[in-house]
């Protein structure tokens, strides 16, 4: 779940101006226009307009300061749920290595004594009241769950367990898996009235960064470091994919920022695949030395008028 005072750069104590300040910066260095075909400016720069969206907003920012995210959903109604908050225990959801933390709505009751428990308070809580009069099904539960960026590709499946006990739950990802995609597990969410079945657990799947690639809806992009020799005399060098190591060839006189495209070396999907985008970075030496100052001369005596040639605002 995306933190929205992190988005903007900013504490969660800063003002409307500090706010509108760092919006307008972010907004400019990352708008499409200055930053085009560049997908991950356009990704963030949704991000930064989302974050602005409700901060700059007082009640919308107030509510996501106490609620977060579920603040937002259509419905939401904030008394329901702060009565809901103090009628739990707070108990957990773990995963195994840390991930994923999920509400504990299995049990509890109404302050006080007052009778109705959970099914009402959650019924109100996400815009609908629950059925009365014979059995029904539970509420769904929703909470999110982290994936690492591999596993979210290959698929995995995960193990969940309530801390204080119940039956262990079996999530698989499928191979492919977006951020934001998501996923029902069917019979694990809150417990039904008078006989009624259980609710569903509803997992909304958040996928961890790559120190190396990029991923872009099935594409998957890679910076890849090439020498001087490489990148002027042309080479074959190993790049690495999910089915393992391939071989690409660098284009004699490649320049940084040119890309190579391996297709179908990308993201699988059911039955679609995308491809592998791979960015030439030229990399320059960064010892001194009498030879490569000699060798960095040779070259620039070599290049061809003037290389910024054209460029204007």
């Known amino acids: 779940m995306a933190d929205f005072y992190k988005e903007l750069g900013v ?27 560049n997908k991950k400016a356009e990704s963030r720069f ?14 919308k920012r107030k509510l996501y300061d106490e609620f977060g995210e579920d603040a937002l959903r259509e ?6 749920a702060r009565a809901y908050r103090s009628a739990t225990r707070g108990g957990r959801v773990r995963q195994p290595g840390g991930g994923v933390s999920l509400e504990d709505l299995f049990g509890g009751g109404m302050p006080g004594g ?3 428990g959970i099914g009402d308070m959650f019924g109100d809580l996400f815009g609908g009241r629950v059925r009365r009069g014979g059995p029904s099904k539970g509420p769904d539960i929703a909470s999110e769950v982290n994936v690492d960026f591999v596993s979210a590709i290959r698929g995995s499946e995960l193990r969940l367990r309530m801390q204080d006990g119940g039956e262990e739950v079996k999530v698989r990802i499928p191979p492919g898996a977006g951020d934001g995609d998501r996923l029902r597990v069917a019979g694990h969410g809150a417990p039904g009235e008078l006989g009624g079945p259980p609710g569903d657990l509803l997992l909304t799947i958040r996928v961890g960064s790559h120190p190396h690639f990029e991923r872009s ?7 890849l470091p090439v020498t001087v020799a490489e990148a002027y005399k042309g080479a074959k060098v190993r790049v690495p994919t999910l089915e393992g ?6 284009p004699k006189h490649a320049q940084s920022g040119q890309v190579a495209r391996l297709k179908g070396k990308g993201v699988k999907r059911q039955n679609n695949q995308g491809d592998l985008y791979v960015r030439f970075d030229v990399k320059l030496p960064t010892k001194e030395s009498a030879g490569v100052e000699k060798a960095v001369e040779t070259l620039a005596s070599a290049m061809e008028g003037d290389v910024r040639e054209g460029i204007e605002f």
């Not at 930064?48 to 901060?55: D, E, I, K, T």
């Not at 809806?217 to 910076?223: A, E, F, R, T, W």
């Not at 190591?245 to 660098?250: M, S």
Request: net charge negative; charged share 30%.
């Open 11 to 37: 504490e969660r104590s800063a003002s409307a101006d500090e706010i509108k300040k760092a919006y307008r910066k972010l907004a400019a260095e990352l708008h499409p226009d200055k930053n085009p075909g």
């Open 46 to 59: 949704k991000l930064v307009n989302r974050a602005n969206q409700v901060l700059s907003d007082p009640d």
């Open 75 to 80: 419905g939401f109604d904030a008394d329901a």
């Open 114 to 116: 007052a009778q109705g």
């Open 217 to 223: 809806g099935l594409d998957l992009y890679l910076n």
């Open 245 to 250: 190591p391939v071989t690409l060839t660098v």
